[in-house]
């Protein structure tokens, strides 16, 4: 089993990082008049609305990330990540996505529509999408989202299980490079038997020699009494998450 994980690991690394070079060699990094972009993270957790998508921070996470950006506001791409959870078929998610982004007029008010589907190789009746509807503002430094996500099918594949997660998004960037965001939201989630939960997470993020770091703190309001996580609340636990980043 260890060596499995393990091979599972270098096979996403491998990927993401052949991903990685392709894009880079391709001219101007251009195609269909649009942009290349890729973006590798390595993090001591992956954190998910407040649940941990490492078996209670069991193992690092190696994310990555590519995307095609027109001038328009069209995006289209694909995140990549390996997990763990109880069910041992849970190793990776992959995730293709596809949205527009933009202003109203002249507003200065921002949206941001995705269709985002999670996809689990070797365990595809969790297979879920999700329609994420942001509109935000910039304020000088400070900018605030808002975000209504509902799920387009079966939550997490189980039958009859539909949700929306609420959140706001603050953020404020200083003079010297650092940024400290926050996410505050309300994952609500309906069906026999489901229940929903608050969530947070506050943190700051700073750019050296072409590396992103970001220190995080992830909290919950699940409990023992949850109908759904309260026999496992050990993945809501309170936890500070380290990543490194980079852009390209």
């Known amino acids: 089993m260890m060596i499995m994980k393990t091979r599972t690991k270098f096979l996403l690394t491998g990927a993401l990082l052949s991903l990685a070079a392709s894009s880079h060699g391709a001219e101007d990094n251009q195609l269909f008049g649009g942009t290349i972009n890729g973006n590798l993270n390595f993090a001591s957790d992956y954190v998910f609305r407040g649940e941990s998508e490492t078996l209670d921070g069991d193992i690092p996470v190696v994310q990555g990330t590519l995307s095609w950006n027109h001038n328009q ?9 390996n997990i763990k ?48 509807l942001k509109v935000g503002k910039q304020f000088g430094r400070a ?36 940024k400290i965001s926050a996410s505050v939201g309300y994952q609500d989630l309906t069906g026999d038997g489901a229940e929903g939960w608050g969530h947070w997470n506050i943190g700051l993020s700073k750019a050296y020699y072409g590396l992103n770091f970001d220190l995080r703190y992830h909290g919950s309001t699940v409990d023992g009494d949850h109908k759904v996580y309260g026999t496992q609340t050990e993945i809501f636990d309170d936890r500070v998450v380290i990543g490194i980043s980079k852009s390209f």
Do not use: C, R
Not at 73 to 81: D, E, K, L, P
Not at 159 to 177: K, R, T
């Open 73 to 81: 506001g069209w995006y289209a791409g694909v995140f990549s990540s």
């Open 85 to 132: 959870f109880a069910d041992p078929n849970l190793e990776i998610v992959t995730a293709p996505f596809i949205g527009k982004a933009g202003e109203f007029g002249d507003s200065g008010f921002t949206y941001d529509v995705m269709l985002f589907s999670y996809l689990y190789p070797g365990a595809s009746y969790s297979n879920y999408t999700e329609l994420w």
């Open 143 to 178: 900018n605030l989202q808002l975000e209504v996500t509902p799920t387009v099918d079966d939550w997490f594949g189980v039958d009859g299980w539909h949700g929306v997660n609420y959140a706001l998004h603050p953020s404020y960037n200083f003079d010297n490079g650092v």
